[in-house]
Nanobody, 120 residues
């Protein structure tokens, strides 16, 4: 069974930092793009960041310069989040796509999500 498991979400004050991690099991994600998405209450799931198999990184405008995605191995991806704002509060999801992708419909595997709450 293929699984993506996120960790690292917690309550943090505005201006603080968090590092989210995602580990994949049951499949080797060689050649896949790994991405992070988030979903706030009452809102649609939105793209945050992605890293291609050759380590090209892509970011949403709202997080550019504050968030940094990295890939430790084919099955592990991290998201370093700095200068957090209350509007970053959401459930953060890790996902994997066979193609270079920044939209939810293009991703094949999803984790269950980890809650990030930023207090003002």
């Amino acid at each position: 069974q293929v699984q993506l498991v996120e960790s690292g979400g917690q309550l943090v004050q505005a201006g603080g930092s968090l590092r989210l991690s995602c580990a994949g099991f049951g499949h080797t994600f060689n050649g896949y793009t790994m991405g992070w998405f988030r979903q706030a209450p009452g809102k649609e799931r939105e793209f945050v960041a992605a890293i291609s198999w050759v380590a090209n990184a892509y970011y949403a405008d709202s997080v550019q310069g504050r968030f940094f995605i990295s890939r430790d191995n084919p099955n592990a991806v991290s998201l370093q989040m700095n200068s957090l704002k209350p509007e970053d509060t959401a459930v953060y999801y890790c996902a994997a796509a066979r193609v270079l992708a920044t939209t939810t419909s293009e991703y094949d595997y999803w984790g269950q999500g980890t809650q990030v709450t930023v207090s003002s």
